[in-house]
């Protein structure tokens, strides 16, 4: 499998927020034409300011797995096999792990479909009563 590193992810609780810098929200990566690849993302918790946004460009990994430093220290950034999930591991502060979960497009319009069949459904009950 080839890793797809660019898309939208939302950022899940693993990470503690009472002892460290966590992404929070969504976390936008982006292609700066094919050779980088431009991270955006929110932080929240012990963080040297508050709000702490990130926006920062990297060598595009072309791996699963590549190495940042964020805030001087080293963290793995792992995605999954099937490109839905990344990881980041704080090698010296392993409470400060976390992942995020890619935001799914296929799903989005699946809720949109039902919520658009359950819209038409109620229109026809209406009219039922109204006509």
């Not at 460290?20 to 012990?46: M, W």
């Not at 935001?103 to 819209?119: D, H, P, Q």
């Amino acid at each position: 499998a080839t890793p797809n590193w660019i898309g939208v992810f939302d950022a899940t609780n693993g990470c503690d927020r009472t002892v460290c810098c966590c992404p929070t929200g969504s976390i936008n990566l982006s292609p700066v034409q094919t050779t980088k690849l431009r991270v955006q993302a929110n932080f929240d918790g012990t963080c040297p300011q508050k709000p702490l946004f990130v926006d920062s460009t990297i060598d595009m990994p072309t791996t699963f797995t590549t190495v940042i430093s964020f805030l001087q220290e080293p963290v793995t950034v792992r995605l999954s096999d099937d490109s839905q999930r990344i990881t980041f591991v704080n090698a010296i502060a392993p409470i400060c792990n976390g992942d995020a979960i890619r935001k799914n497009g296929a799903r989005l319009s699946t809720e949109i479909n039902s919520i658009f069949f359950v819209m038409v459904t109620a229109l026809l009950i209406l009219k039922q009563f109204v006509f």
